[in-house]
């Protein structure tokens, strides 16, 4: 049982290059999410997908695209990188309802040069 | 939407002291209040969580409080340990609420060292 699998752990792209991080979980969760980790700001959420075949804005979508694959996959894109967008990226998952624990992904840590 | 405060931003503790973290939300409809913790390198993960009708959960040496009228929620680490030292982040959801899914909105975390 991995929980929450994430790739790659690590990544440096240059200014306008573009590229997929992948999420997979395998706790059978309807629920999944992307967050972006900035020193001193906590965690902000970019894209949620409450179940499958949706997917919706979080806190702060711009510069991203995301697909909810299928119930067990959801991937982040990043379509033309920015140094702005050098962040650690948490994925999650958790049941759609009822206040219960999102379990997170080992964290992909994106520089941007 | 929902914004959540938290303070303080570093707190430094003598080991066996208290560990005391306060968080403030916005959004009255917030119902689902976690704590997560956060080691150097590592994934956040939950150490404990409080829903909006129990005032009061412990588990062990931690314990959070809920005041829904004020909107603040608070950890509480008792007899702290080096093992503690950490980011800790609260979160405010509405979880409950079938229709808004489960994201959580975080606290900017808080850094605690505890001192041997």
């Known amino acids: 049982n991995a929980g929450v699998t994430q790739t790659p752990k690590f990544q440096v792209l240059k200014t306008g290059q573009s590229m997929t991080l992948q999420c997979a979980q395998d706790?059978?969760?309807?629920?999944m999410y992307w967050y972006r980790q900035d020193p001193g700001m906590g965690l902000r959420l970019i894209y949620y997908?409450?179940?499958?075949?949706?997917?919706d804005k979080g806190e702060v979508p711009n510069g991203y695209n995301v697909s909810r694959l299928n119930k067990r996959e959801f991937s982040l894109r990043l379509e033309s990188a920015a140094p702005s967008q050098t962040s650690v990226y948490f994925c999650?998952?958790?049941?759609?309802?009822?206040?219960?624990?999102?379990?997170f992904g080992q964290g992909t840590r994106l520089t941007v040069v | 939407g929902e914004n959540v405060e938290q303070h303080p931003s570093t707190l430094s503790v003598q080991e066996g002291d208290s560990a005391v973290i306060k968080c403030t939300y916005s959004?009255?409809?917030?119902?689902?209040f976690p704590w997560y913790k956060q080691e150097l390198g590592k994934r956040p993960q939950l150490i404990i969580d409080?829903?909006?009708?129990?005032g009061e959960k412990k588990d062990q040496r931690i314990a959070v409080t809920l005041n829904k009228t004020a909107k603040h929620f608070s950890l509480h680490i008792t007899e702290t340990q080096p093992e503690d030292s950490a980011v800790y982040f609260c979160?405010?959801?509405?979880?409950?609420?079938?229709?808004?899914?489960?994201?959580?909105?975080f606290g900017g975390g808080t850094r605690v060292l505890v001192k041997p």
């Open positions: 999650a998952s958790s049941e759609a309802q009822g206040g219960t624990e999102a379990f």
């Open positions: 706790m059978n969760h309807n629920s």
């Open positions: 997908s409450a179940s499958e075949g949706t997917t």
């Open positions: 959004d009255s409809a917030s119902n689902y």
């Open positions: 409080i829903r909006s009708n129990v």
């Open positions: 979160a405010a959801s509405r979880g409950m609420i079938k229709a808004a899914g489960n994201k959580l909105t």
